[in-house]
């Protein structure tokens, strides 16, 4: 398997040209942020990617361009320093459409190929029934593949059991999962049933972060990792060492997750847009005649202009 590393994984956006194409050279320019945010990896392709509205040849396409981009900026690192880069793309209800996703994500360089936990017919099968289904779509894919499992709140979540953690110790390819259970208690049992498989768990939840890193989480992988993912790099790095400021920090993070709220990810893309320089079209494909409101536009502006006092404070270049 490939080595996955732990810490902070924004769940990144899809930036679009002016004609609505994908914006391949803000995908580069977005992970150069991310990467100079210190962030540990990227979750490439997933429902804050919009992937339930792109092409396959689009997911592929911001895989391959996100991987090459990270291994580039690594490169040009002296420090040895690597970004991971896990994706998913794994959208359809057909067996063999799911095999063609994953092996496209697969070929355009993921360092996990991610499934989502619902894609099994019917959603709610048995987790025996889940278990052979994702077998069969596994038993297509290269025998090097690195696996992660997503919990996609989309169309329907499927949160994952012990009797499937079971599975996924015992089939011995899994690496990453991307916990959305937003449960404190049920995440610390999970993390307790992984422990010792060397499959690392993320929470997607803001709001816990710091109580289920202490548990032992590998780290996070959320939305709000587009607002202020260097404020998640800080909490990652320094919860041990400071852990005073830490708890300080989880509260800011806490509050500011009020901006999740306001047309996300509209509101992310107008923030990247006009304060970061990044993408031409502050555009989604699931409401592709919104628009962000003036009311929006104020308090997420108001929460980057905060973001950057609270990175001053910490001491965050």
């Known amino acids: 398997m490939k080595h996955i590393n732990s810490g902070v994984y924004p769940t990144m956006i899809t930036p679009y040209n002016k004609d609505g194409s994908v914006d391949l050279g803000g995908a580069e320019a977005l992970t150069e942020w991310y990467w100079n945010k210190g962030c540990h990896g990227i979750f490439a392709v997933c429902m804050s990617s919009e992937m339930f509205r792109l092409t396959l040849e689009e ?31 794994h959208i359809s209800d057909n067996r063999e459409d799911q095999i063609r996703e994953l092996n496209a994500i697969y070929d355009a360089g993921a360092d996990s190929v991610v499934l989502i936990t619902n894609r099994t017919n019917p959603i709610q099968c048995s987790d025996e029934e889940w278990i052979a289904q994702t077998e069969s779509v596994i038993a297509e894919l290269p025998d090097d593949v690195t696996l992660g499992f997503y919990e996609c709140p989309i169309p329907q979540k499927r949160l994952i059991s012990d009797r499937m953690m079971d599975w996924m110790k015992d ?147």
């Open 59 to 89: 997911r592929s396409a911001l895989t391959r361009v996100v991987k090459n981009k990270a291994d580039a900026l690594a490169a040009k690192d002296k420090s040895g320093r690597t970004m991971s880069i896990v994706a998913s793309g």
């Open 171 to 317: 089939f011995g390819k899994v690496s990453f999962i991307k916990d959305t259970c937003c449960d404190e208690k049920l995440i610390a049992h999970r993390l307790e049933y992984l422990k010792g498989s060397g499959i690392k768990l993320f929470n997607a939840n803001a709001q816990t972060v710091l109580p289920t890193l202490k548990n032992g989480a590998a780290g996070f992988s959320g939305v709000m990792g587009n607002f202020n993912p260097e404020i998640f790099v800080w909490l990652y790095e320094n919860f041990e060492k400071d852990p005073a400021r830490a708890e300080m920090v989880q509260n800011y993070l806490c509050a500011s997750c009020a901006v999740e709220y306001m047309q996300y990810p509209l509101c992310v893309k107008h923030l990247m847009k006009e304060k970061e320089g990044i993408g031409e079209l502050i555009r989604s494909r699931m409401s592709p005649d919104s628009e962000i409101s003036e009311y929006n536009k104020y308090c997420v502006e108001r929460c980057y202009d905060l973001n950057k006092e609270v990175a001053k404070a910490l001491g965050i270049q």
